[in-house]
């Protein structure tokens, strides 16, 4: 009788669930169900221990990515990075390639939690705004993200 809602967008649902497949959750599992199967088979080749990262916006058939949007924290096969790189809102955004810094949080600050977009040249590490202003890299050569 109460009506439903998505537990993660919140999105009310009409007294008869309509639920549609999450197939970003999808690519992340079908990712890690590959990579324990590979785990199980015994070591294979370099290039079959290579993570396959697949892209976080393919429907049906998952392509391999290409690029990972920093900003937007997704994983881009080549026709989906194109569409990313053709709105106007997102060229400024930092591609890096599939795999640098996988972990989300190896791309965060870890004193101040934001992205880390800048590079310190003095000290030879990338950094987040904050420590470029405010924090222990005032007054170092920072360079953005891109120039690096």
Known sequence: KAPYSCPMCKLQLG????????????????????????????????????????????????QPAVKTCLICDASLCQAHLNKHNSKASQRDHILVEVGAGSVAEERRCLEHGRLLECYCQDEGQYICMLCSIAGCHKGHSI????EA
């Open 15 to 62: 007294p008869i669930l309509e639920l549609q497949k999450n197939f970003q959750l999808c690519s992340i599992v079908e990712a890690f169900l590959a990579t324990t199967s590979k785990g199980q088979q015994g070591k294979g080749s370099a290039e079959e221990k290579k993570e396959l990262v697949p892209c976080d916006f393919c429907l049906d058939w998952s």
């Open 143 to 146: 360079i953005t993200l891109k």
